[in-house]
């Protein structure tokens, strides 16, 4: 189903680096404050508070309040996912993620919504945030909720958490799903080549006479020369992304007020506020300018045209969007997250869109090759964008048969089984993609 003009831009708009300034509001309220703030938005919650420690190497820095959830009463009956959101920042308040043969705890990561701290100065402070951190905070969630074992399903950077549970805490993890999957933070995360190469492909492929009306809009003077490449990684988070991105196109480009309106939306705003309930900038900054290489100049999102060629434009707009508001300078070094550092021997299943415009698919295949040392096994989506099993579960816009065949994949990868050739040719039915294993699964 291709989705409307306003949904994408909120796409685009959700996952945009381009604000000139993350600006913090001097009133803070802590996690516990937002949550009974918020309740209306919660109704349908049945949340739980748990205590968790600053800092695991420093006991001694207290513990804050991190508040999970679920949608059904907890059954000890059945077994139990805890789900990991992506991000960083992200919250999944709004999703409506349910299967039938599982609890599934969800939780406001460390520092976001619910699970601000109580003191500011804690929320700004950059030792409070790491992926470590919050693989140990559900593990705590484990305890709380006294499951022997449970599974863990992360999605886009929560992938990173996820797979980080499987590493530590082996002895508890019945099996771990990653979905959009996260290799390593720099380069082939924020600047991956085969984003790149799929959008210059397309362009390739589209008549002369439009290649050269989106080079003209690109030159135009109200229009920022970044928008192709900008417009390209937000359809390709969608499945079907380049018929959706062709569509987007042929419904602007004609018009000089609709392709100029609609193309100056791609500029850098003013500043990007700080929220207290929803998606978490500060959250992303401290994660990403830390874990993910957001810090490191020349590193870039979005690409330019030069002789008909898209080429990075250089500009690391995350630094003046993220990492200077929080207080990281220029070229300061941090440790990227590399999974190959953190070998699992957990029962993993990789899911990811072939032509996912946020996490790359080679990064899955590397995932898979180099972390994995257990049971795992590699499901590629053809044509499938940032969560071709997952977003349609939560999004609202599937229904039927494509919907129960992706939760009947989903419960057989959270037990940690294989999926049969059977399995991929029924999904692939069912949703109009062809699903393929790629490699596994292997012991």
Not at 19 to 46: F, H, M, T
Not at 225 to 254: C, K, R, V
Not at 289 to 298: A, S, T
Not at 418 to 440: F, Y
Request: proline share 4%; with cysteine; glycine share 8%.
């Amino acid at each position: 189903m291709r989705l409307n003009l306003l949904l994408l831009m909120g796409i685009y708009f959700a996952f945009s680096p381009t604000a000139e300034a993350l600006s913090i509001p001097k009133d803070y309220l802590g996690g516990v404050e937002v949550c009974a703030k918020n309740l209306d938005s919660r109704q349908n919650e049945l949340g739980r508070w748990i205590k968790v420690p600053v800092d695991y190497s420093s006991l001694h820095r207290g513990t804050t309040d991190l508040y999970t959830w679920t949608k059904k009463p907890y059954d000890a009956q059945k077994k139990t996912v805890v789900f990991v959101s992506g991000g960083p920042g992200d919250t999944a308040h709004s999703s409506s993620l349910d299967l039938d043969e599982w609890n599934i705890i969800f939780f406001d990561q460390r520092g976001n919504s619910c699970s601000r701290p109580a003191a500011k100065e804690l929320y700004l402070d950059r030792s409070f945030y790491s992926s470590e951190k919050t693989a140990r905070d559900i593990e705590e969630i484990r305890k709380a909720y006294a499951v022997d074992a449970i599974s863990v399903y992360g999605v886009s950077y929560g992938t990173v958490p996820a797979h980080l549970y499987g590493h530590f805490f082996p002895q508890t993890t019945r099996a771990v799903a990653l979905e959009g999957v996260v290799y390593e933070g720099g380069s082939r995360l924020i600047q991956p080549a085969r984003r790149t190469k799929i959008l210059q492909h397309f362009f390739d492929s589209l008549p002369e006479k439009t290649q050269n009306r989106i080079l003209e809009l690109s030159a135009h003077p109200e229009v920022a020369p970044t928008w192709f490449s900008s417009a390209g990684m937000m359809m390709l988070y969608l499945d079907d992304s380049l018929g959706s991105y062709l569509h987007f196109l042929n419904n602007i480009l004609w018009n000089d007020d609709v392709a100029i309106g609609t193309l100056k939306s791609f500029e850098k705003s003013n500043s990007e506020e700080d929220v207290e309930y929803g998606f978490g900038h500060v959250m992303m900054g401290m994660i990403g300018c830390q874990e993910l290489g957001m810090n490191l100049p020349g590193l870039s999102f979005y690409s330019v045209f030069q002789n008909r060629r898209l080429v990075s434009d250089g500009k690391n707009h995350f630094i003046d969007s993220y990492c200077r508001s929080l207080g990281f300078t220029d070229k300061e070094v941090t440790k990227l997250f590399k999974a190959t550092e953190y070998p699992t021997q957990a029962r993993t299943t990789y899911i990811q869109g072939t032509l996912d415009g946020a996490t790359s698919a080679d990064n899955a295949v590397d995932h898979f090759k180099n972390a994995a040392r257990g049971f795992a096994q590699l499901v590629l989506v053809r044509n499938g964008g940032h969560m071709p099993l997952h977003g349609p579960l939560t999004s609202g816009y599937e229904q039927g048969v494509s919907v129960e065949t992706r939760k009947e994949i989903l419960n057989r990868v959270l037990l940690g089984e294989t999926l049969s050739e059977e399995d991929l040719q029924k999904i692939s039915n069912a949703t109009s993609l062809r699903w393929v294993r790629r490699s596994g699964p292997r012991k």
